[in-house]
């Protein structure tokens, strides 16, 4: 290997390991939910205010680049219950999209050890995420993340 040594899914330092691998494990089995309404079934202020914010402090590590990447994902299924009027598309397909984003970032994680915060995230919403109604307010929480991340990401200060 001329004389270099393949880290992959180690980085922050040190040979790979059971540790990397074994705290996306731990994110993934996490029953976490999230709230988004109210008791009136109003998308709750704090979650696209301080609770975004808060999301974004802990996902500034991740690069805009790879956040904007997992949004764009969620968005093209915001699209897809937009377009789909016959309700057509099942909550349990809907349940399978995020399933699908959650191993995405679980993927990323164990390849990166700095997006264990995002699987954390992805987990957390996936386990919430039932309904159509359930799924616009994920993706304007999302969406506000990614706003607030800007202001906080380490890569943003260009």
């Known amino acids: 290997m001329n004389g270099r040594q ?4 180690a980085q922050g330092g040190g040979p790979p390991g059971r540790g990397g691998i074994d705290s996306v494990r731990e994110a993934l089995k996490s029953a976490e939910r999230a ?3 109210d008791e009136k079934r109003s998308i709750r202020p704090a979650l696209l205010d301080a609770e975004a914010q808060t999301t974004a402090q802990q996902l500034a ?3 805009t680049t790879q956040l904007r990447r997992f949004f764009g994902q ?3 299924i915001k699209r897809r219950l937009d377009m789909d009027t016959n309700k057509v ?4 397909e809907i349940q399978a999209q995020l399933a699908f984003l959650k191993a995405s970032t679980a993927y990323a994680a164990g390849r990166d050890q700095k997006n264990l915060p995002l699987v954390r995230f992805m ?6 995420v ?3 109604d359930d799924f616009a307010a994920f993706h304007r929480h999302f969406e506000t993340v990614v706003a607030f991340h800007k202001v906080y990401a380490k890569d943003s200060e260009r």
Request: proline share 4%.
């Open 6 to 9: 393949d880290y992959r899914g």
């Open 74 to 76: 969620v968005s093209a």
């Open 123 to 128: 987990v957390t919403h996936a386990n919430t």
């Open 89 to 92: 598309l099942t909550e349990g």
């Open 130 to 132: 039932a309904t159509r």
């Open 35 to 37: 709230k988004y309404f």
């Open 61 to 63: 590590d991740i690069p």
